[in-house]
Every structure is written in C-alpha cells, then in structure tokens.
C-alpha cells in the first residue's frame, strides 16, 4: 500500500512560481511511476506530468513551465511551477502507479493523495 501526502499550494500573482511536494510512503519508491494531475472546478481531472527513473513527460499545456523530479532518498516527488497563469487554477494531485509506464489517463494510477488546492490570480 501506498500512502501520499502533497503540500505547497497557495494562492500566487500570475507570473509566480510555486514548488510542490508529494512524500510517498511505502516501499519501492524508486520504481514506481509517479504523476501530477490537476483538476479545476467543472471539469476532468487532467494529466500534467510524470516521472519514471530519469524520464519525465509533461503535458503540452505546462511545457516549459513546470519541472517534475523526484528525491528517492527522501520518498519524495515535486513540481516545480514557473510563469503561472490564471488557468493553471486547481487542485493538484499526486499519483503512484504499479506499473512502470508514464501514462496520462487518470483511471491508470492506483494511488492517490488528497490533493492541494493552487490558485493563480491575474
């Protein structure tokens, strides 16, 4: 069983930068794939970024903008945001998937945290 808790969401002036965090508990950390998700109110939860080992895999809607990485040592995993504007508004999520596959579809991952609520004002 995973557990994962996420922290560092705000409310920043569009152009800011915020950095989350997900610490995941468990073991095999290093070998799980692990995911960004964010979902705004009235619509679909949406795919922003993935990490397995060293390969990472965004969405093209965050390209450029935000980094994912992850701390094995610290069973940690974060998203570093840049330039953000007013639609990256949501509640962002952290998940794990068993498998070793960076995929975008939501129903995919098996674990989830409970999400941390960014808001970016213009």
């Known amino acids: 069983q995973v557990q994962l808790v996420e922290s560092g969401g705000g409310l920043v002036q569009a152009g800011g930068s915020l950095r989350l965090s997900c610490a995941a508990s468990?073991?095999?950390?290093?070998?799980?794939?692990m995911g960004w998700f964010r979902q705004a109110p009235g619509k679909e939860r949406e795919f922003v970024a993935g990490i397995l080992s060293r390969s990472t895999y965004y969405a093209d809607s965050v390209k450029g903008r935000f980094t994912i990485s992850r701390d094995n040592a610290k069973n940690t995993v974060y998203l570093q945001m840049n330039s953000l504007k007013p639609e990256d508004t949501a509640v962002y999520y952290c998940?794990?998937?068993?498998?070793?596959?960076?995929?975008?579809?939501?129903?995919?991952?098996?674990?989830w945290g409970q999400g941390t609520q960014v808001t970016v004002s213009s």
């Open positions: 468990g073991r095999t950390f290093s070998t799980r794939t």
């Open positions: 998940a794990a998937r068993d498998l070793q596959t960076i995929l975008v579809d939501p129903s995919r991952y098996d674990y």
